[in-house]
Antibody, heavy 126, light 108 residues
């Protein structure tokens, strides 16, 4: 069974760049059926999708964060990463790396997040 | 951007009851791209339902999803103690995922 594990600093200063890496085990980031997402959740609040990447390097970002987000993939290490620049306290959240299953069946396209990392809390504070 | 509105915000029920959770979209959503997740305190969300009505692997049949267009429903029959949690709906449209604000199912 696939497992995802986030890693990176738990504390980032305002105006700096948040950097997280997700290591995938039990599966390959190069699998054709999957995209790899980052989703975040501020303490006590709901879920916000940040963006996703395909193993080819193709990306798609939430327009609300697009100017500050970069997601990259390293197929040799079976990892993908998130960088969020110019952070403020509003970026304090639990950050999840997630596998997104994509497939086509009977004329319909399916997209949903089937495996999640445990999440890592990133606090933005000086 | 498609906005998902979940109601009620909180549902107070007893074990054995049936929970009916609503997810309403600001515009029509493809049923194939509507999913439901369960989240317990301190845990990551877990996929329950995808394609509006298909149960994910290992999900008990007391969980069922239905709906189309702008109105979707998650029904939990015969609530078990482990079902008390927060539930989120999610859609994918115009190359963008959005989530509802969540419904908390709490023990009455």
């Amino acid at each position: 069974q696939v497992q995802l594990q986030e890693s990176g600093p738990g504390l980032v200063k305002p105006s700096e760049t948040l950097s997280l890496t997700c290591t995938v085990s039990g599966g390959s980031v190069s699998s054709a059926s999957y995209y790899w997402s980052w989703i975040r959740q501020p303490p006590g609040k709901g879920l916000e999708w940040i963006g996703y990447i395909y193993y080819s390097g193709s990306t798609n970002y939430n327009p609300s964060l697009k100017s500050r987000v970069t997601i990259s993939v390293d197929t040799s290490k079976n990892q993908f990463s998130l960088r969020l620049s110019s952070v403020t306290a509003a970026d304090t959240a639990v950050y999840y790396c997630v596998r997104m299953y994509y497939y086509h069946s009977s004329g319909y396209y399916y997209h949903h997040h089937d495996f999640w990392g445990q999440g890592t809390l990133v606090t933005v504070s000086s | 951007e498609i906005v998902l509105t979940q109601s009620p915000g909180t549902l107070s029920l007893s074990p054995g009851d049936t929970a009916t959770l609503s997810c309403r979209a600001s515009q029509s959503v493809s049923s194939s791209d509507l999913a439901w997740y369960q989240q317990k305190p301190g845990q990551a969300p877990r996929l329950l339902i995808y394609g509006a009505s298909s149960r994910a692997t290992g999900i008990p049949d007391r969980f069922s999803g239905s709906g189309s267009g702008t109105d979707f429903t998650l029904t939990i029959s015969r609530l078990e103690p482990e079902d008390f949690a927060v539930y989120y709906c999610q859609q994918y449209g115009s190359s963008l995922f959005t989530f509802g604000g969540g419904t908390k199912v709490e023990i009455k």
